[in-house]
């Protein structure tokens, strides 16, 4: 859309919609604009603002990757006034989208290095984004390492990619959930995502960690990754604040004098340690 | 460019001339017993004896509310589309320095990479002619925050009263000489021969005294003043997050985006929002809030002021307007904050 206009969205039409959980969906979003679908590009770690017309704007990750053309994915629970009216809609509605806004992770700068993935609860899209980024380039990496979990069994997103990831004979998945929150057929471990970290105790030589979370579980994740020796420049992890705008100008996201929408959401967690205690 | 001078007697002339080809000419008005800026149709309306006005020129650059986009929720498709704003030509007439030296702020912000047209459209069309300050009152702190009460930042042409209650003009933008050159039979030269008065003189705002600016810099640079929650608490105790100081702010940018409308279509609206207010930063599902706290969210106001804006941009963001001390229903006074941490 040839416009100077920052606030005007793309239109993009349901194409698929995944329930993922009780609370949280996916959707596969094709842009209405045949250019647009096109040209539309970004990098893995990106975000945009999702729009249910008439309720107004959300922010989420792009959680496709950019490798895959054509289309985006999104992936968001039913927690808010936006996002109950994006889960009522059905395949073939509308919604509105800008960006792609922020920063990326630096995949580029990761070939050759072993690759190690953290994830918790509904912080796996973004994550996810970057690992099929990767994982569509596989042979640029070493190792593959992904350690996801989340409270209970009913709240792990992408269970068919999970699947799809556990077959793979190069990728080493984790599956964790929270004590008590296993089933009598959970195959995968109980305990929570820092200490199964730890336990599996991967190298932190050549590697690099991504992880995203609640922010507790970030706090000891990166206590974990510090204990097996990972350094801050290791550790790339993506925040999230209150957003409206997208790109450093409504005042919401800040921590200090950071916009984590413009200067981010993308850090190494030596740039985190840096930041005000604030969010 | 030769001297000039602007005889009040001759504003309604201007007036006329630059509104009957469309323009629009704001200025400040007394209106319900309060100073406000307005669009005028003659020079009568104008009110020459005001300090800071309630309003600002952020009302005329960033409106309080504006449609961005409208849409339309048909049964098989949505449509959507942008709004184009052609703002006309304006003259902001009476801008004080202090406000004048507060429009490179706005810009930074809605400049700082992604352009906010709703902005800058509107900040092209508009000339500033600032007028010096020969008055001003307790709240009014302009030089100590860097900022001159004769000061031509940000003004086109800037007016300086005489005694006999004309202007000497001085030109200060070659956008402002373009308008005096244009409108040259009302921006006239001394009378050959006849008598020159006197100027008025400019207000003398001292510097406040327990103010240090470069000790407020240092205090904020050094991310521990975060563990100082006693200090904060107890200097933003009173606030009860009202954010009247910061619609009053002429640096204050803070918006919200909403859509406005009924099951078929509406406007979706850009709003100004408030860092004061509770609600501001709360994240959906769950309510956590990185500012939970009153004081949380009157130290991101000052911060922004005093760290955010030096950091990110050259422009200023605290200009010394006063009018958060004119309006603050508690009289929260931001110098007196200022002069705690300098203390520190």
């Known amino acids: ?279 | 460019m030769s001297e000039s001078y602007l005889k009040k007697e001759n504003l309604t002339k201007l007036i006329e001339a630059f509104t009957g080809g469309g323009g629009l000419f704001i200025a400040p008005t007394l209106e319900d017993r309060q100073i406000f800026y307005r669009p005028v149709s003659t020079g009568a309306e104008i009110t020459f004896d005001y300090i800071v006005p309630k309003n600002s020129h952020k009302e005329l650059l960033f409106p309080q509310t504006e449609v961005v986009a409208n849409y339309a929720i048909g049964k098989d498709a949505v449509d959507v589309e942008g709004v184009e704003i052609d703002p006309p030509e304006t003259i902001f007439f009476g801008i004080r320095p202090c406000d004048a030296a507060s429009v490179a702020s706005l810009r930074s912000v809605f400049t700082w990479d992604f352009i906010d047209t709703y902005y800058t459209k509107r900040e092209e069309k508009t000339l500033f002619i600032g007028v010096a300050c020969t008055a001003a009152d307790d709240s009014c702190f302009c030089t100590t925050v860097g900022v001159t009460p004769d000061g031509s930042e940000g003004s086109d042409l800037l007016l300086k009263e005489t005694e006999g209650g004309n202007y000497l003009v001085d030109v200060v933008t070659e956008r402002g000489g373009e308008f005096v050159k244009r409108f040259d039979d009302i921006f006239i030269g001394p009378e050959p021969g006849g008598a020159v008065d006197g100027m008025k003189p400019i207000v003398d705002v001292p510097v406040l005294e327990g103010v240090d600016r470069e000790k407020i810099h240092d205090f904020l640079k050094n991310t521990d003043h975060y563990e100082k929650n006693a200090l904060w608490g107890e200097m933003a105790r009173k606030c009860m997050g009202c954010g009247a100081c910061t619609f009053g702010c002429p640096t204050c940018h803070c918006f919200d985006i909403i859509d406005e409308g009924t099951a078929f279509g509406g406007e979706r609206r850009k709003n100004w929002d408030a860092c004061q207010f509770d609600f501001f930063t709360v994240h959906a599902g769950g309510g956590h809030n990185p500012r939970d706290t009153q004081y949380k969210r009157w130290r991101n106001r000052f911060m922004c002021k005093f760290n955010y804006y030096p950091n990110k941009f050259t422009s200023k963001g605290c200009v010394g307007c006063g009018r958060c001390i004119r309006v603050c229903p508690v009289r929260l006074d931001i110098t007196e904050v200022m002069e705690d941490i300098s203390q520190q």
């Open chain 1, 1 to 279: 859309m040839a416009t100077d206009n920052l606030y005007l969205p793309d239109l993009a039409v349901i194409e698929e919609i995944s329930d993922e959980t009780y609370d949280t969906k996916s959707f596969k979003l094709v842009f209405k604009d045949p250019k647009m679908r096109d040209s539309f590009d970004f990098k893995a770690g990106q975000f945009g603002l999702y729009s249910a017309f008439g309720l107004g704007e959300s922010t989420f990750c792009i959680a496709s990757s950019p490798t895959r053309k054509g289309y985006i994915q999104c992936t968001f629970r039913n927690v808010g006034r936006v996002t109950s009216a994006l889960a009522d809609l059905n395949v073939g509605d509308t919604v509105g989208f800008r960006g792609p806004y922020g920063n990326w992770f630096p995949v580029d700068e990761w070939e050759g290095k072993s690759l190690l993935f953290i994830a918790g609860g509904i912080a796996l899209p973004p994550v996810r984004s970057v690992i099929w980024n990767c994982l569509d380039m596989r042979e640029r990496f070493m190792d593959v390492t992904i350690v996801y979990g989340a409270r209970t069994v009913a709240d792990l997103v992408y269970k068919d990619e999970l699947a799809e990831w556990e077959a793979m004979p190069d990728v080493n998945l984790i599956q964790t959930v929270d004590p008590g929150g296993e089933t009598e057929e959970w195959k995968g471990k109980v305990g929570f995502v820092p200490t199964v970290l730890e336990e599996a105790a991967p190298t932190a030589s050549n590697t690099i960690a991504i992880t995203c979370g609640p922010p507790i579980m970030i706090k000891f994740v990166l206590n974990a990754l510090g204990n097996l020796g990972f350094s801050d420049d290791q550790v790339y992890t993506t925040l999230e604040n209150k957003m409206k705008c997208g790109f450093g100008k409504c005042g919401r996201c800040n921590v200090g004098d950071i916009y984590i929408c413009k200067e981010g959401p993308v850090y190494t967690s030596g740039e985190v340690k840096q930041m005000y205690n604030d969010f």
